[in-house]
T-cell receptor, first 113, second 114 residues
Framework: GDSVTQMEGPVTLSEEAFLTINCTYTATGYPSLFWYVQYPGEGLQLLLKATKADDKGSNKGFEATYRKETTSFHLEKGSVQVSDSAVYFC????????????FGAGTRLFVKA | DAGVIQSPRHEVTEMGQEVTLRCKPISGHDYLFWYRQTMMRGLELLIYFNNNVPIDDSGMPEDRFSAKMPNASFSTLKIQPSEPRDSAVYFCASIQGHLNNEQFFGPGTRLTVL
């Protein structure tokens, strides 16, 4: 079945460092891909998404490109802030009508001042 | 819109008691999902509904868990009897469906079973 694999955390960075969180997927069709973020004590919220190959999703300085050839959707940010400390989930959703979303295990990011 | 609403936000109960968690999805959303999140197992899908009908309940851990959606604006997740291993954060999420498959999550219910 469909699955999502993302790098294990925690990831600890200093403020203004470059961030990459790797995500790869397996899917039988052509899913939509997502990054969700969870701040302490809250539910997940959508950070960005891409619906087809070569699409780039971006939001709040974060970017990810849908790479069909490598089945990847890596999250990047050029300069992280302390406020980016959170758990990041890579996810995919089947576009054939079921709308079930498969989430990765999550990667916790700590950013130090 | 107020977003997805869950109640209670925190629940502490004793083993063997019945627990009912409540969710109000965003108006107009056709899909509703119940998840459980723990440190050990991460985020698990328990069950989801489309137009109030359960579509996939394969994630419901055992018969002690049941979920209903009597109308488009309300769903419940019930655990009877509760056990300490049910302690977790339970999230409800909804999707508009059609052309938009972004999940909107509620704030969660933190359940502690003593």
């Amino acid at each position: 079945g469909d699955s999502v694999t993302q790098m294990e955390g925690p990831v600890t960075l200093s403020e203004e460092a470059f961030l990459t969180i790797n995500c790869t997927y397996t899917a039988t069709g052509y899913p939509s891909l997502f990054w969700y973020v969870q701040y302490p004590g809250e539910g997940l919220q959508l950070l960005l998404k891409a619906t087809k190959a070569d699409d780039k999703g971006s939001n709040k300085g974060f970017e990810a490109t849908y790479r069909k050839e490598t089945t990847s959707f890596h999250l990047e940010k050029g300069s992280v802030q302390v406020s980016d400390s959170a758990v990041y989930f890579c996810a995919l959703s089947d576009n054939t009508g079921g709308f079930k979303t498969i989430f990765g295990a999550g990667t916790r990011l700590f950013v130090k001042a | 819109d107020a977003g997805v609403i869950q109640s209670p936000r925190h629940e502490v109960t004793e083993m063997g008691q019945e627990v009912t968690l409540r969710c109000k999805p965003i108006s107009g959303h056709d899909y509703l999902f119940w998840y459980r999140q723990t440190m050990m197992r991460g985020l698990e899908l328990l069950i989801y509904f489309n137009n109030n009908v359960p579509i996939d309940d394969s994630g419901m851990p055992e018969d002690r868990f049941s979920a209903k959606m009597p109308n488009a604006s309300f769903s419940t997740l019930k655990i009877q009897p509760s056990e300490p291993r049910d302690s977790a954060v339970y999230f409800c999420a909804s999707i508009q469906g059609h052309l938009n498959n972004e999940q909107f999550f509620g704030p969660g219910t933190r359940l502690t079973v003593l």
